[in-house]
């Protein structure tokens, strides 16, 4: 695991001691909070662990902005296999809460 993935990690547990699956909902957080530098200075190297790591293990959010940042990179190939793997994931967990 990456460093900052580490604190963010050990943030989580601290906060949500019963659910160590909030850390990639954060985790996808700080992706865009880098991406953008929104409260952080913005860092696209760090941004991308974060992004990479959260979508990695089916973050939604994090699959998105990362979808666009290969896209903004002009990754086309990449954002199109990340992004068909968005939508078929978001389609998968919006049918199981129906």
Partial sequence: MHQLSGIC???CIVSY???RCN???ILG???VMYLQGLGVE???DKAFI???DAASRGNV???GHLTA???QCKLYTKAVELGARCVFTFSKLNYLEN
Wanted: with cysteine.
């Fill in 9 to 11: 990690y050990a943030f």
């Fill in 17 to 19: 001691p019963y659910n």
């Fill in 23 to 25: 850390f990639f909902y």
């Fill in 29 to 31: 957080a700080l992706g």
């Fill in 42 to 44: 913005k860092n696209l």
């Fill in 50 to 52: 974060c992004l990479k």
């Fill in 61 to 63: 959010y994090a699959m």
């Fill in 69 to 71: 940042y290969y896209y």
